[in-house]
């Protein structure tokens, strides 16, 4: 009862904060002077297209580029009647990007579901890969074992992705005939998802996965360790070795409990990250991600295009955290019972 | 041999550092109650440790047996692999710990923590354990068993929490307990009834304790064999009458001697002078705010300090005693202009005997400089309140270059001055804290206090954290101090025998009312009020023949409502502080 009104409650701040991200999204992305449509007018008068200047002229109108800023935020949202009524991200229309000439959602399609699913494979790969690594480093702390994971987790950290990338492709290639670059095979691009596809694009997100999860896993590793070896000098581990657990169990039930809470509030913090910081990796690995669209719609002021992926970007890190703070209510009950009458 | 638990020659040692237990021997018997008694560092706690090798992991047994010899057979702990010694923990030999409010997991519920005992060694079922873990409960005193079951540590107080520990200690019945300093961070009516349950449990399941302690009273108290250790070393051992009457060895007779006491003879205290008073405290109060999480309930006030009246002559010492939560630091901040009473409040200070009083809660900015120069404070636990990263001369000039007193080699200069007039030496100012002890530090910091040549100072439990022979020497410190100096001090404690000694007038605070007010010997010898009584009885004798009596603690220790009808309160009906005899004064309806 108390978890769901509380997932309840999250939700709407949630949404509240989403509004508020929004706006600052469409001024900063305003504040450059001009916009693209602006600037290609510029650029073709200067060269005496008339043409191409109505086409452009036009498009101002049809996109309310004319009007002020809040009206232009307002009907960007779809709070108020643009030139062909409530048309906005509310009501599913994401806009028109200028410099592919398509609809937003045409250009981002795929590649924002292909965003999450990489992502989320490289999370999970952070805490598959952290949670035992930390745990055991700790346990074993100046032991050799904790020594070893430190090298290997400081080389993690210290590779540029990209040549990490290009090496693993080298290697996988030739020793596992793993695929190289892009998210499936070429074959199975923009048909319909199948078992065969979702196979190629299984296969595909090995080496992405690795590469974008590394350098993260290694940092959480040292984390965890660090905060683990703090837990494991309170009074309440040695009463439970007084009981008589064995160690494994002991380390699993108490310390990592407490020392775990800092990794779930990471959760929200992580996608952002590595979203922003895979956009190298996928240019790279030729990922159909959506970090390489924004580099580029950023470039040219596209702005529906840009605003939109931020904001998708945006949506992704409210739920994280936002499933980060409900499962932190789940798992302490100090944070659930915060003013509870003892 | 018959001894449940023998200790022979057991030598401890870090690393390769030199042993820091040395050729320690004890026996336990079965039944009976064994108490290891020294100051840090004498290796009590060590040596208890090892017998359930709960060691630090650069710490190794070097030599030396331990062997168990109890209904399940006989086992030699030393030579046990650590998969054994899991069968030997928590299910033979169990242990509980100093800290209760940290020895339980925050994030597991309680009858989950002491179930899993029942787990472990007899495999029970979660129904089973639950029963007799509940049943466990009602035996260590929890007023209801299932909802104690549910809760989580964070929802219990101390006392509740110890008793838990006691219960999962307990709870597989084994056949010896080994206890850490089980009581000592407890308020001392919540030590004597946790000692009397420990105590009823033994009677009834017939188990040893080995107990480990600094505190003679709580030795005097509960054991059958005394072990006295100094340094790693036996120094005295044997049963508990004949060490506790007549002391063999010096070092016995030392602990003796440094352990305060409340003195049992008749005399009749002077009350507070009432003239040239430095600190005067009319009708404070500070309520706080706890904010509902819920909005649809009322915030909660909570009554920190309620009416207290306080008066303070120069060159005396004024003691607030109460136990934890009583409201007695919240009144020394206030006197001291760090907290704001609610309206209506007021405190005075009066730098000297003929300027105007200071209204501490109103002042100009100038009274503001001459009242934090003149008022300073010692803080309870010498370890946090030095800067580890600033040398000792830099931590003692600090206050003088804040209020730019003097140049650099004045102020230097009267660094060294006052580090050897607590004690220290000069030559010690490029140090930084850590090269210092326990005993050292507070010396230091009472060093700090002085530097502003101040006219009263607030002292903050500042000896809870000591040993005793170390407590010894700051309480003379601190009166030597205020013999050369006329200081004036307002004196924080939860310890009567403390305050005893170094009080002339003491308030005993509870609930954030004062509750009596006497001089010392008026308040030792006559005390009126059941709550008073209730702390003098509850403080340990080192006499073996003046136990605890559990009764009058229980009496006066519990709520306000079981009190007598004469001084019972509640929220809204509040008896006056009535003045019994001059210089007592008793909260009570007349």
Not at chain 1, 166 to 182: M, Q
Not at chain 2, 289 to 301: F, I, N, V
Not at chain 2, 566 to 578: E, K
């Given at each position: 009862m108390v978890m769901l009104r509380y997932a309840v409650y999250r939700f709407f701040t949630m949404l509240l904060t989403l509004l508020v991200v929004s706006v600052l999204i469409f001024v900063i992305i305003n504040l450059p002077p001009g916009d693209y449509l602006s600037n290609q007018i510029a650029e073709?008068?200067?060269?005496?297209?008339?043409?191409?200047?109505?086409?452009?002229?036009?498009?101002?109108?049809?996109?309310?580029?004319?009007?002020?800023?809040?009206?232009?935020?307002?009907?960007?949202?779809?709070?108020?009647?643009?030139?062909?009524?409530?048309e906005g991200l509310l009501q599913g229309n994401y806009g028109w990007s200028f410099e592919f000439d398509r609809p937003v959602s045409e250009i981002v399609g795929d590649t924002l579901w292909l965003t999450v699913v990489v992502n989320l494979a490289a999370i999970l790969f952070v805490y598959a890969v952290a949670l035992p690594l930390g745990v055991m480093a700790a346990a074993k702390?100046?032991?050799?074992?904790?020594?070893?994971?430190?090298?290997?987790?400081?080389?993690?950290?210290?590779?540029?992705?990209?040549?990490?990338?290009?090496?693993?492709?080298?290697?996988?290639?030739?020793?596992?005939?793993?695929?190289?670059?892009?998210?499936?095979?070429?074959?199975?691009?923009?048909?319909?998802?199948?078992?065969?596809?979702?196979?190629?694009i299984l296969v595909h997100l090995i080496v992405p996965t690795f590469v974008i999860g590394t350098s993260g896993a290694s940092a959480m590793m040292q984390r965890l360790r660090a905060n683990m070896l703090d837990e494991l000098g309170k009074p309440y581990v040695e009463t439970a070795i007084a009981k008589g657990m064995a160690p494994s169990r002991m380390l699993t039930k108490y310390p990592l409990r407490v020392a775990f809470n800092p990794f779930v509030a990471d959760i929200g913090n992580l996608l952002p990250s590595m979203v922003s910081g895979s956009v190298l990796v996928s240019v790279v690995l030729g990922l159909q991600t959506i970090g390489p669209t924004l580099l580029t719609a950023l470039k040219t002021q596209d702005q529906f295009l840009s605003a939109f992926i931020l904001m998708f970007v945006a949506l992704l890190t409210l739920i994280g955290t936002m499933i980060s703070d409900i499962l932190l209510v789940m798992l302490d009950p100090r944070i659930r019972y915060e003013g509870r009458e003892a | 041999m018959s001894a449940l638990l023998s200790v022979r020659d057991l030598s401890i040692g870090f690393g390769s550092g030199p042993s820091v237990v040395r050729d320690v021997s004890f026996d336990v018997?079965?039944?009976?109650?064994?108490?290891?008694?020294?100051?840090?560092?004498?290796?009590?706690?060590?040596?208890?440790?090892?017998?359930?090798?709960?060691?630090?992991?650069?710490?190794?047994?070097?030599?030396?047996?331990?062997?168990?010899?109890?209904?399940?057979?006989?086992?030699?702990?030393?030579?046990?692999?650590?998969?054994?010694?899991?069968?030997?923990?928590?299910?033979?030999?169990?242990?509980?710990?100093?800290?209760?409010?940290?020895?339980l997991s925050p994030l597991h519920k309680i009858g989950n923590q002491v179930s899993e005992v029942l787990w472990l060694h007899r495999g029970a079922s979660e129904a089973e354990a639950r029963k007799q873990v509940l049943n466990q409960f009602d035996r260590v005193g929890f007023p209801d068993p299932a909802r104690a079951y549910d809760s989580y540590p964070f929802e219990l107080s101390g006392g509740m929490r110890q008793r838990a520990m006691i219960a999962m200690a307990m709870v597989s019945k084994p056949e010896l307990l080994i206890a850490d300093e089980p009581t000592t961070a407890l308020d001392v009516t919540t030590q004597a009834q946790v000692l009397g349950l420990i105590k009823e449990l033994q009677r009834e399941t017939g188990m040893a304790l080995i107990l480990v302690t600094h505190d003679l009273g709580v030795v005097a108290n509960m054991a059958e064999?005394?072990?006295?250790?100094?340094?790693?070393?036996?120094?005295?051992?044997?049963?508990?009458?004949?060490?506790?009457?007549?002391?063999?060895?010096?070092?016995?007779?030392?602990?003796?001697?440094?352990?305060?006491?409340?003195?049992?003879?008749?005399?009749?205290?002077?009350?507070?002078?009432?003239?040239?008073?430095?600190?005067?405290?009319?009708?404070?109060?500070?309520?706080?705010?706890?904010?509902?999480?819920?909005?649809?309930?009322?915030?909660?006030?909570?009554?920190?300090?309620?009416?207290?009246?306080?008066?303070?002559?120069?060159?005396?010492?004024?003691?607030?005693?109460?136990?934890?939560?009583?409201?007695?630091?919240?009144?020394?901040?206030?006197a001291l202009g760090a907290e704001l009473p609610d309206l209506g409040g007021e405190v005075l200070f009066r730098t000297t005997g003929e300027s105007e009083p200071i209204t501490v809660h109103n002042m100009t900015r100038a009274e503001r400089t001459a009242f934090q120069r003149k008022a300073q404070m010692v803080f309870q636990d010498p370890y946090s309140s030095l800067s580890p990263r600033m040398r000792i001369q830099d931590a003692m000039t600090e206050p003088l270059e804040i209020h730019r007193l003097?140049?650099?080699?004045?102020?230097?200069?009267?660094?060294?001055?006052?580090?050897?007039?607590?004690?220290?030496?000069?030559?010690?100012?490029?140090?930084?804290?850590?090269?210092?002890?326990?005993?050292?530090?507070?010396?230091?910091?009472?060093?700090?206090?002085?530097?502003?040549?101040?006219?009263?100072?607030?002292?903050?439990?500042?000896?809870?954290?000591?040993?005793v022979s170390v407590q010894e020497q700051i309480l003379t410190l601190l009166e030597n101090?205020?013999?050369?100096?006329?200081?004036?001090?307002?004196?924080?404690?939860?310890?009567?025998?403390?305050?005893?000694?170094?009080?002339?007038e003491v308030a005993v605070m509870r609930r954030g009312l004062v509750v009596e007010q006497a001089p010392p010997e008026t308040l030792f010898y006559n005390p009126r009020h059941p709550y008073t009584k209730a702390l003098i009885a509850?403080?340990?004798?080192?006499?073996?023949?003046?136990?605890?009596?559990?009764?009058?603690?229980?009496?006066?220790?519990?709520?306000?409502?079981?009190?007598?009808?004469?001084?019972?309160?509640?929220?809204?009906?509040?008896?006056?502080?009535?003045?019994?005899?001059?210089?007592h004064k008793v909260r009570c309806h007349v």
């Open positions: 073709l008068q200067a060269s005496g297209q008339s043409a191409g200047v109505a086409k452009a002229e036009f498009l101002r109108k049809e996109y309310s580029l004319d009007r002020s800023l809040p009206e232009q935020y307002l009907i960007w949202m779809g709070f108020w009647s643009g030139p062909h009524g409530f702390s100046r032991t050799w074992i904790d020594y070893t994971s430190a090298f290997v987790g400081y080389l993690g950290l210290a590779t540029p992705n990209f040549l990490l990338a290009l090496i693993l492709f080298y290697y996988g290639h030739r020793y596992f005939n793993l695929p190289i670059g892009g998210l499936m095979d070429p074959s199975f691009e923009g048909q319909p998802m199948s078992w065969e596809k979702l196979k190629s | 018997e079965p039944g009976q109650t064994l108490a290891l008694v020294g100051e840090s560092g004498s290796g009590k706690t060590i040596s208890c440790r090892a017998a359930l090798r709960i060691l630090p992991r650069t710490a190794q047994i070097r030599s030396g047996t331990i062997v168990l010899n109890d209904s399940k057979g006989t086992a030699n702990l030393t030579e046990l692999s650590e998969r054994q010694m899991r069968g030997i923990r928590g299910n033979r030999v169990s242990m509980i710990f100093q800290e209760p409010m940290r020895s064999q005394v072990v006295v250790m100094h340094k790693g070393r036996v120094m005295e051992a044997g049963p508990a009458e004949p060490i506790l009457n007549k002391p063999a060895h010096p070092y016995t007779q030392q602990l003796f001697d440094a352990a305060p006491q409340i003195p049992d003879r008749e005399a009749v205290g002077l009350p507070m002078p009432d003239e040239d008073l430095i600190l005067q405290m009319t009708g404070v109060s500070k309520t706080y705010t706890m904010r509902s999480s819920k909005g649809w309930k009322a915030d909660k006030l909570i009554h920190a300090c309620r009416g207290v009246d306080m008066k303070l002559a120069r060159g005396k010492t004024l003691a607030i005693v109460g136990e934890s939560g009583s409201g007695k630091t919240t009144a020394a901040r206030i003097g140049t650099t080699a004045e102020q230097r200069d009267k660094a060294a001055e006052m580090l050897q007039r607590v004690g220290l030496n000069s030559d010690m100012l490029k140090r930084y804290p850590h090269a210092f002890s326990g005993g050292q530090r507070q010396r230091l910091s009472i060093a700090r206090a002085m530097m502003l040549d101040p006219a009263l100072i607030v002292c903050d439990e500042p000896t809870s954290a000591l040993d101090l205020q013999d050369g100096l006329n200081l004036s001090y307002l004196f924080i404690s939860h310890d009567l025998a403390v305050v005893a000694r170094i009080a002339d509850a403080q340990p004798e080192p006499d073996i023949n003046r136990p605890i009596d559990l009764k009058l603690v229980a009496l006066g220790a519990g709520s306000p409502d079981s009190w007598d009808d004469a001084f019972r309160f509640s929220d809204t009906v509040i008896p006056s502080l009535v003045e019994l005899e001059p210089g």
